[in-house]
Structure formats: C-alpha cells, structure tokens
C-alpha cells in the first residue's frame, strides 16, 4: 500500500531502537524524508545507517533530549517544520506509588505528557497552515487497563491522551490528524528493562517473568516493533485522514473489555 507519504518530513523521537525505530524504517521506506531523534549518539549513528541501508533513502539523526527546551530546539533545527510527528519515549519503571516524591511525579509528567504537548504545540500550527500533520503518540495501554505497580505511567500517559482527545478535534478539519497507539507487551528494549525492574521487586527469574507475560496474552506472543511500525505507517498515511483523536490497542488481544 502506497501511504501517499513521499517527500514529507517526518520527525521520530526515540527512533534509534524498539517502537520508534520501527517506525522509522516504515516511513522510510515509503519515501518520507525522515529524522530520528534520541539522546545518545552512538545508537542514533548506527541506527540511521541501517535504517538508510534498509530504505534505500538516506535517514539522518539528532542528539537531543526532548524533555529539554535546548533538546526540542535542536531536534526542529534538524527537520525543520515536520509533516509527520511521532512522540515515543521511555515510561518509568514500576514502582509503589507509596515511595514517589513530588519530584518523580513532576519527572514523569514532563516526560510522558508535558513534552509530547510541547512538541505539538511547536509543530501543530504549522501543519494547519501547510494542509497536511499526522502525529501519532506512542502511549501504553496503561490508559485503559491501568496496572497498580505503573502509577506514574498510569496517570502521565492519561493526561497526555486527555489532551490530545480536545485538540485533535480542532485540528482534523485542516487535515492535520492527532492519534495514540497504546502497546501491550512488545519485544523491545523497554519490555526488557520493565521486566527487570519486577525482577529486582520480586526476587523471580527473568526468564520465568517473561514467558508468564506472554503466556498470559491471549496470543500467546509478545508483539514485535514491526507491528507498532506498521500501525503508525497507516495512521501517518494520506488515507487515514478520516481518523483522529483515537487510542488504538495494539496488545493482542489482552484488553478485556468490549470497547
């Protein structure tokens, strides 16, 4: 399917490795002139070239921490007015919420939703006047099936989807499009270090945490970054027009609810 995406600039944040840089490669691949954005450099070089080597068109990077006002700028100096926008970046790790000060609170609030809206607010208006945005927030399905030990996420990530759920109303009718996918258990980096984390709380094997998780999913599977890369390319895509202010899971299947 061609997304009728070529030529659009399009700024990935995290896109050096998981979620994010499958994404990428996606809209690479369809000919979106693309730039990933992380906060290490040695990740970023070596992502870029193989993503340039797998798209065939030449994908270039930025060091930048976007919950900075410096890391923001920087990044919209190296893609200058996008096309397309996708907010990814890591959660917290799960915790009691008995033990966050005010600080871990503040912290998560300005990774996890202050920044994603900054972005917008910095990129949304010149979208409108262009006639053509997709943003699309990689969220968590936290949102909507909230897990005791992910309190900072739980609360975060809402109010970030809170959010989006007004301005994407507004915007939709200038073609620029506003929507969130929220990722059950996928096979990134970031799974790896949440399962870490309940291994340093519980005292159990990474092994046996892991295969539990996914042997509690209907699929029986953790999902692969590929298959977030290839929900985001579709909500990016000049098709998906007719669709905006959605939280989309992408979790096979372990939502239980019906809608």
């Known amino acids: 399917m061609d997304l009728g995406i070529s030529g659009r600039r399009a700024l990935v ?77 890591d959660g917290e790790p799960p915790g009691d919420y008995r033990d966050y000060s005010r600080a871990d609170w503040i912290r998560a609030l300005d990774r996890m939703m202050l920044s994603p809206i900054e972005m917008m607010r910095l990129t949304v208006d010149g979208m409108i006047a262009r006639g053509f945005g997709r943003v699309v927030n990689i969220v968590s399905r936290s949102v909507k099936t909230p897990q005791l030990e992910m309190a900072l996420s739980n609360g975060a990530r809402s109010g970030l989807v809170g959010f989006v759920a007004g301005l994407s109303r507004q915007t939709v009718k200038h073609n620029v499009t506003i929507n969130n996918i929220l990722p059950g258990i996928i096979a990134s980096d970031a799974q790896r270090h949440h399962v870490q984390s309940l291994v340093e709380m519980t005292g159990r094997p990474f092994g046996d945490i892991w295969a539990e998780r996914a042997g509690q999913n209907p699929a029986g599977r953790y999902g692969e970054p590929s298959e977030v890369g290839a929900l985001a390319g579709f909500l990016c895509s000049a098709q998906a027009g007719f669709i905006t202010g959605q939280s989309i899971l992408i979790d096979g299947g372990q939502y239980p609810g019906t809608y």
Not at 27 to 41: E, P
Not at 69 to 80: F, M, N, T
Request: net charge negative.
């Open 13 to 89: 944040s995290g896109g050096s490795r998981g979620m994010g840089r499958a994404v990428a490669e996606v809209l690479a691949r369809d000919g979106a002139k693309v730039t990933i954005a992380a906060r290490t450099r040695a990740t970023l070089e070596l992502a870029a070239a193989e993503l340039s080597a797998a798209s065939g068109a030449p994908v270039d990077f930025v060091v930048a921490d976007l919950m900075t006002d410096e890391g923001r700028q920087a990044a919209l100096a190296a893609c200058p007015e996008p096309d397309i926008l996708i907010n990814n970046g």
